[in-house]
């Protein structure tokens, strides 16, 4: 992809620093070479790997308290970093494209692209206690698995209290900011006895209702997506190009 580059965050637990370093931008080549050999990242994807540590991203936003809530973080420390940074797409590790991703990603880039509709979160949604800050009725909430994001947006984050889950977080700063929201349609598919398409996701799940039969392949948890990204690499061949999350073993 021209003038794109891919960077694998890798998150380094504060038992793996060197010599007491906390900061990332402390270490010398070779102390981070000795941390990515320890690591599980394979070593053709060490020279794409970013290493960042909770203690730095905490210290540059104090709302931080994880990768898990808030990934956003430690991509807006990224970006501060490297200000040159236009536009990111922000792709969770078990997500998959049995297409190229060139085909899997749209050229035109709205401050926010999702691959899920966007929906006001409901009252039983289980992270909607971290976002007090903001009143339910002008939230907006999506999966957040694969996104992309301008660097307008994660600039204006910083204007609000981070706290909130970043799957409702950041649909909802791109509306009281009044940027443009953008919902990507792909293919979805489940196995009902054979793999059956699904038409387009257009929905916005509260994450609390039960596995359905055949999990669909773009969806918050379950074995369908994975089942459908396995059976794709042994048998290959035409199988249908699809966006699959999550894929976990």
């Not at 965050?9 to 793996?16: A, G, L, R």
């Not at 947006?153 to 009281?176: D, H, Q, W």
């Not at 598919?189 to 038409?199: D, F, I, L, Q």
Request: charged share 20%.
């Amino acid at each position: 992809m021209m003038n794109h580059r891919v960077v694998l965050f890798v998150n380094v637990k504060e038992t793996e620093y060197t010599n007491n370093k906390s900061r990332s931008d402390m270490w010398t080549d070779e102390e981070k070479l000795k941390i990515l050999t320890k690591s599980s990242v394979p070593k053709e994807f060490w020279p794409l790997s970013w290493l960042w540590t909770n203690s730095e991203v905490h210290n540059f936003e104090p709302s931080y308290t994880s990768q898990y809530h808030h990934p956003h973080i430690p991509l807006s420390y990224y970006l501060h970093l490297h200000p040159q940074t236009q536009y990111t797409y922000f792709i969770e590790q078990d997500v998959r494209s049995t297409s190229r991703w060139t085909e899997t990603l749209p050229s035109h880039k709205p401050a926010l692209l999702t691959f899920q509709h966007l929906c006001t979160p409901p009252q039983k949604w289980s992270h909607l206690p971290s976002c007090i800050n903001f009143p339910r009725e002008e939230m907006k909430k999506g999966l957040g698995a694969i996104w992309g994001l301008s660097t307008e947006l994660i600039l204006a984050t910083r204007k609000y209290n981070a706290s909130c889950y970043y799957e409702g977080f950041l649909p909802t700063v791109a509306r009281m900011e009044s940027l443009t929201t953008q919902f990507h349609a792909h293919a979805l598919y489940r196995k009902v006895g054979r793999w059956r398409g699904g038409g387009t996701d257009d929905l916005c799940r509260d994450g609390s209702e039960p596995a359905v039969p055949g999990e669909w392949t773009y969806h918050w948890e379950g074995r369908g997506a994975w089942q459908f990204y396995e059976e794709w690499k042994t048998q290959g061949g035409c199988w249908p190009g699809a966006l699959v999350h999550p894929i976990k073993s």
